[in-house]
Nanobody, 119 residues
Framework: QVQLQESGPGLVKPSQTLSLTCTVS??????????WSWIRQPPGKGLEWIGF???????YYNPSLKSRTSISRDTSKNEFTLQLSSLTPEDTSVYYC???????????WGQGTQVTVSS
């Protein structure tokens, strides 16, 4: 069974950088054909795809967030990490990591972690 778990700070100040880690169990993040994605859902709004890293380490980002986003991985720990810089209150959201299949399916998802951007 593949499981994903997000971890990181719940409160970050404006202008700072958010760093979240997704720990994967039950599958290797280097397994062929799987992509590892970050998604968020602001309060009262829909889901927004942030970006993903492939099994080989290539990265792709939502154009609206690309300039502020970096996704990396630590294969020895089977983890991948989101960094989102220049935070504003509009970045307040529940952040999820998820495995992506075929650029159209996300399964499974992590539980999600609430991040609040406030001074």
């Amino acid at each position: 069974q593949v499981q994903l778990q997000e971890s990181g700070p719940g409160l970050v100040k404006p202008s700072q950088t958010l760093s979240l880690t997704c720990t994967v169990s039950g599958a290797s993040i280097t397994t062929n054909d799987y992509y590892w994605s970050w998604i968020r859902q602001p309060p009262g709004k829909g889901l927004e795809w942030i970006g993903f890293i492939t099994y080989s380490g290539s990265t792709y980002y939502n154009p609206s967030l690309k300039s502020r986003t970096s996704i990396s991985r630590d294969t020895s720990k089977n983890e991948f990490t989101l960094q989102l810089s220049s935070l504003t209150p509009e970045d307040t959201s529940v952040y999820y990591c998820a495995r992506m299949w075929d650029f159209c399916s996300f399964n499974p998802w992590g539980q999600g972690t609430q991040v609040t951007v406030s001074s």
